[in-house]
């Protein structure tokens, strides 16, 4: 197996010609931190490089896909412009990355899937989703701008009325319901997501290696053009929603909340 210098939140498992990513955190639900933000950007030219890969799965450690942003993460990021630089250019990293990686991405929704994690799903290119789990783009609700989230990539996937309504409001997807959306390909029994997950990449490994790629290539072009329209605005705008009034009441009400908790 080719070596993978990845960070500790990140799992890289060889099943012969596909590798299974898992996000590696499951004591904290795999909410995003530095380290797995700085992971994801660097993982996908590392897979591009990977002669030996001709898919991956990507899924959660634990119960969660990834359950969005950690609150001290973000506390840290809205008091930081040089750590808030690094990591915006992280996310258009995620972004370009996914979009522009070889191979197929088969993601394994095993949990909630929420902001980065809900983005991460939207960004594969085919996506199995446990029964119990949902999608949820929280952003606005926090006073934050998505800007590898659900407004770059949703209008592609689903109506842009839908887009607009569970961008704007951050409510909850269930799996049914994003399925109904086409945010999503297959619901799964909880305890298949990720079999189902790995035959399906599997399957794909087996079919011709050009066709493959050269298609997936093709297919998000669409996407592609998407992203380079919207992205660097995206960015700008989530940088600005960093310093809000309101994304800072939010995080002081929900870090005094977890040290009450403690």
């Known amino acids: 197996m080719s070596t993978y210098d990845v960070t500790d939140e990140l799992l890289v498992e060889e099943d012969g010609p596909i590798r299974i990513i898992r ?17 994801l950007a660097e993982l996908f030219p590392q897979i591009d490089a990977d002669e030996d890969v001709r898919c991956i799965v990507l899924t ?44 197929p991405i088969v993601a394994a929704v095993n949990g909630p899937a929420v902001g980065l994690g809900c983005s991460l799903v939207a960004l594969s290119d085919i996506v199995y989703m446990a029964e119990s789990a949902h999608l949820a783009d929280p952003h606005v609700a926090m006073g934050l701008v998505a800007a590898d989230g659900g407004p770059v990539t949703w209008p592609l996937l689903t109506s842009l009325q839908l887009a607009k309504e569970y961008a704007l409001t951050g409510d909850r997807i269930p799996a049914r319901r994003a399925a109904e959306m086409g945010l999503v390909n297959h619901v799964c029994p909880d305890t298949e997501v990720l079999t189902e997950a790995i035959a399906c990449a599997h399957r ?10 050269d298609t997936k290539r093709i297919l998000n072009l669409h ?10 605005f995206a ?3 989530e940088d600005r929603s960093f310093t809000s009034p309101e994304l800072r009441a939010n995080l002081d009400r929900l870090l005094s909340r977890r040290t009450e908790g403690e």
Do not use: W
């Open 60 to 103: 959660g450690n634990g119960r969660a896909f990834s359950a969005g942003g950690d609150f001290s993460y973000l506390d840290e990021l809205s008091h930081d412009p040089r750590l808030r630089r690094e990591t915006l250019g992280h996310g258009k990293l995620i972004v370009t990355g996914m979009v522009e990686c070889r191979v």
């Open 204 to 213: 794909i490994a087996r079919l011709p290696r050009q066709a493959v790629e």
């Open 235 to 237: 960015l700008a705008a």
């Open 23 to 39: 996000l590696n955190r499951p004591e904290h639900l795999n909410a995003t931190n530095h380290g797995l933000h700085r992971g």
């Open 223 to 232: 996407l592609q053009r998407a992203i380079v329209a919207t992205l660097d």
